[in-house]
């Protein structure tokens, strides 16, 4: 049988538990501290906060790509910096052969060109005196200095207008012609000097001295005509004018050349070794300049995501590694001979060669530590723009549904508090329907 509960008694019964239900809402929001906990709750800010989650762990999945990436590059760069040590290392080396072994060179002084008598006319050393005379003048006859001429070796110059020397060592030759009626012993100096296969100068004796750059046998000779053509023809066979500055007319013939001493320097022999092992250690710090399976010394290619994207929208860096090896450099082998392919440590003109390979090395090694760094930077910041951006969606999120456990706390304890009171008012309802047993 159905119970009739009086109008204050169901109020009082009714707003009990309206609050209770609040209440119990309240402390299950506090438990989980989300105010939003499925669709029904919230469908925009659920839905909303669950595609700003969902790409917040896409992006924090990528960081570890990101991550590997940077480590790839910043072995490879520090493969680099090893390799420009051991480059350093070679130059040291090269310094050292150059730096030895001068007396090995095939040398040979001519007579003096110049005498104590014009000294003391002069004033001058024989050296200056030798180096300030021409080559000729206007007639066949040597002119001695003065005090007011600088004398000549006695060329005529009327006709021979041109003045040539000529070089040769192993297989490599060098002629070069110049203006005769102007030119000096000392441009004869300077255009052997350009010949990259000897060198020339004039001693404090007043003599021209030729020395070579390598230890073979130096073929010199020096000659004079009316153009180019015979000028150098001239200096290249037996009709030339060795004799006009102090050597003989054979010197520019093979066998009877400039000789010098045919001793191969012990001292840059045993730097070969040196130069070898350093060089193919280079190969091997290439090799062993790998990240996770990726050398981009050898050539990988390493690619960073950015973004959970794909095709046309997504984000990457694309880095193209390079072979570095010893032959790609530029920096071949050393030997004690002069073969093709070969750095032949014997000669000065080979060694300076290398040297410039060597400078050419380190070019390209930075240029590449350059792109590498250029690279490093850009991954690093895109990672430190990828945590950011993860954080900023996942605050996001959180602001839509999760609870400010301040204001629900406060809440319920309101909540409590009218519990307490609707549960005395529903008391006190009671009480007044038990004064009617008073009656009886």
Not at 282 to 297: H, Q
């Amino acid at each position: 049988m159905a119970v009739s509960l009086s109008s204050g008694v169901s109020n009082a019964l009714s707003s009990l538990q309206s609050i209770t239900a609040q209440a119990q809402a309240s402390q299950f929001k506090l438990a989980t501290g989300k105010k939003v906990n499925t669709a029904v709750d919230s469908p925009v800010n659920y839905f909303t906060a669950a595609s700003l989650n969902d790409r917040s762990s896409q992006l924090t999945g990528l960081l570890d790509g990101i991550s590997n990436g940077i480590q790839t590059i910043q072995t490879a760069s520090k493969g680099i910096d090893g390799i420009t040590k051991l480059v350093s290392s070679l130059q040291s080396t090269i310094k050292q052969a150059q730096s030895d072994a001068a007396q090995n060179r095939p040398t040979k002084a001519g007579t003096a060109l110049a005498t104590a008598a014009e000294a003391a006319v002069t004033s001058k050393s024989l050296k200056d005196i030798a180096l300030d005379k021409k080559i000729g003048g206007a007639d066949a006859t040597a002119d001695a200095a003065t005090a007011t001429t600088s004398g000549d070796v006695g060329i005529d110059t009327t006709t021979a207008v041109k003045a040539a020397v000529f070089l040769k060592s192993d297989t490599t030759t060098y002629t070069a012609s110049f203006d005769s009626t102007t030119a000096t012993v000392r441009d004869v100096v300077n255009e052997i000097n350009k010949s990259g296969i000897a060198t020339a100068f004039v001693d404090e004796k007043g003599q021209l001295n030729v020395k070579g750059t390598g230890s073979e046998e130096v073929q010199f000779g020096f000659g004079v005509g009316t153009d180019d053509t015979t000028s150098q023809a001239a200096a290249a066979g037996a009709g030339n004018a060795n004799a006009k500055i102090g050597f003989a007319t054979a010197d520019n013939v093979a066998g009877t050349g400039i000789k010098g001493q045919a001793i191969t320097s012990a001292v840059r022999s045993n730097l070969i070794d040196q130069y070898n092992d350093l060089r193919s250690k280079i190969d091997d710090l290439a090799k062993d300049s790998s990240y996770n399976g990726i050398n981009l010394l050898k050539g990988d290619r390493l690619s960073i995501q950015f973004n959970e994207k794909t095709g046309k929208n997504q984000t990457k860096l694309d880095i193209q590694g390079s072979d570095v090896t010893s032959d790609n450099l530029g920096l071949v082998k050393a030997g004690n001979t002069k073969l093709t392919g070969q750095v032949n440590f014997q000669n000065d003109s080979d060694l300076e060669a290398a040297t410039k390979a060597l400078t050419g090395a380190l070019t390209s090694l930075k240029s590449l530590s350059s792109t590498f760094g250029a690279n490093l930077s850009v991954a690093q910041t895109r990672q430190d723009f990828t945590k950011d951006m993860a954080d900023t969606l996942s605050t996001g999120a959180a602001n839509l549904v999760n609870v400010d456990a301040n204001s629900e706390a406060a809440n319920l304890l309101a909540l409590q508090t009218r519990q307490q009171l609707s549960q005395t008012a529903l008391s006190l309802s009671n009480q007044s329907e038990q004064a009617v047993l008073r009656l009886f």
